[in-house]
């Protein structure tokens, strides 16, 4: 791999990063992270507004939840309303009207994932409009040029995307090698670092050493925060927590740490655990338009006909705007009615939209007081036996070993 230029010069931030704790067990850690749009406590999960909406919620329902930080898509906002409109009403922020911060990801993911007949060069990556069939490009320079027109807090650099299931090593070190050229690429064509923070992205597959080049590379580039990438692509679970276990290890400690595409609750607590601050993910708000309520018991399914006169809340105890009584100014809806509409009105996708952000970032709060309290193994074990009914058999065996890597035995007593 290469090395990073000598004579490049520190980027600047637009970022303070504050560690307050860290567990004493685990590799957890509770810190507070400022954005040009306002603080950001960590570690915290990201929900997903694509196309500058997160689907079904207004900017203020968005707000209730407790969110201070989501993501919008590059390649999305880039094709539609486009750079042009995105430069004259001046940012996404401004056209989605939202005041609180936003992370950017580099648009290169749907080039490769979504779109047919796309090709990876040294250059960027060519692909088919699907619009028009139009032969297109992008490059490291056109998606950072393209995220200084949305504005956002957080910018990711264009990285070279490979799935972490390919039998092609030489493909996944040749990806990875490029990743490091492309960042220099993105560091040089960022105009605005003073108020927009770019994040490199280590790629490496499932190879342990050649995540540890990676880092190391990466990390010599002095950017205001660090990614994790190229996993949550159905590599095994093991796999995927001894490489953010290696990351993290390797990763400086004043800085936020990022492990993309990270949704389901059982991954976000044991990836804390792991020493990551930061996750998103579209499943809590895809799940919601199939009826699906994430709670502490686990996924509930509400198109069952079981729920048809259920008239309790989504969840017991939850604060959110759906859940909570009216009475304590909330909606007061009921599994009943969520169980009627679900399949009918967008309604129903849209109230447990808000229960299920609502609940993960809940979740992701409470971790963080357990660590700021150092009970964050307490926390744990009361977290996978809520989730599985008490029954420690139910454990999955990739958590139990993760966190047994990190001091904590789920099922010792």
């Not at 509930?300 to 009475?327: H, K, M, V, Y």
């Not at 009918?344 to 993960?360: P, S």
Request: net charge negative; with cysteine; hydrophobic share 40%.
């Amino acid at each position: 791999m290469s090395t990073a230029p000598s004579t490049r010069k520190r980027m600047p931030s637009a970022l303070t990063f504050e560690l307050h704790a860290k567990c004493s067990t685990t590799k957890a850690r509770a810190s507070t992270l400022t954005l040009p749009h306002g603080a950001v406590p960590l570690p915290i999960f990201m929900p997903v507004a694509t196309q500058a909406s997160l689907k079904g919620l207004t900017p203020d329902q968005l707000k209730q939840t407790g969110c201070m930080l989501c993501l919008n898509n590059t390649y999305h906002l880039g094709l539609k309303p486009g750079q042009a409109v995105l430069d004259e009403v001046g940012g996404a922020h401004k056209l989605q009207g939202w005041d609180r911060n936003i992370l950017t990801d580099s648009g290169g993911f749907q080039m490769v994932s979504l779109l047919k007949l796309a090709k990876v060069t040294e250059e960027g990556v060519r692909f088919l409009s699907p619009h028009d069939g139009t032969p297109m490009l992008l490059t490291p320079e056109h998606s950072i040029s393209l995220q200084n027109s949305i504005g956002s807090d957080i910018i990711m650099q264009l990285d070279d995307v490979i799935a972490t299931t390919s039998p092609d090593h030489a493909r996944i070190e040749e990806a990875t090698e490029r990743s490091v050229r492309w960042l220099d690429r993105c560091i040089d064509a960022h105009k605005y670092p003073e108020r927009q923070n770019l994040f490199c992205i280590i790629q490496g597959g499932l190879d342990l050493e050649l995540r540890r080049k990676c880092c190391e590379e990466m990390v010599a580039r002095d950017t205001p925060g660090i990614a994790i990438g190229g996993l949550s692509g159905g590599e095994a679970k093991e796999q995927f927590c001894q490489v953010v276990d290696t990351c993290t290890g390797l990763l400086p400690e004043e800085k936020p740490r990022y492990v993309m595409g990270v949704g389901y609750p059982e991954d976000l607590i044991v990836a804390t655990a792991l020493g990551a601050d930061m996750f998103d993910c579209v499943w809590p708000t895809r799940t919601a338009r199939f009826g699906n309520a994430v709670t502490a018991a686990g996924s509930l399914n509400l198109r069952q006909a079981s729920f048809a006169d259920d008239f309790g809340p989504i969840e017991e105890g939850c604060t959110c705007a759906s859940c909570r009584p009216r009475e304590q100014g909330g909606l007061g809806i009921t599994r009943a009615y969520i169980h009627h509409v679900t399949a009918k009105e967008t309604v129903g996708a849209h109230l447990l939209t808000i229960h299920n952000v609502h609940y993960l970032l809940t979740l992701m709060g409470s971790a963080r007081q357990a660590i700021l309290e150092d009970r964050f193994p307490a926390f744990l074990r009361k977290f996978f036996n809520d989730l599985y009914g008490g029954d420690s058999s139910k454990f999955p065996t990739w958590a139990v070993g993760a966190l047994r890597g990190v001091g904590v035995d789920l099922l010792s007593s």
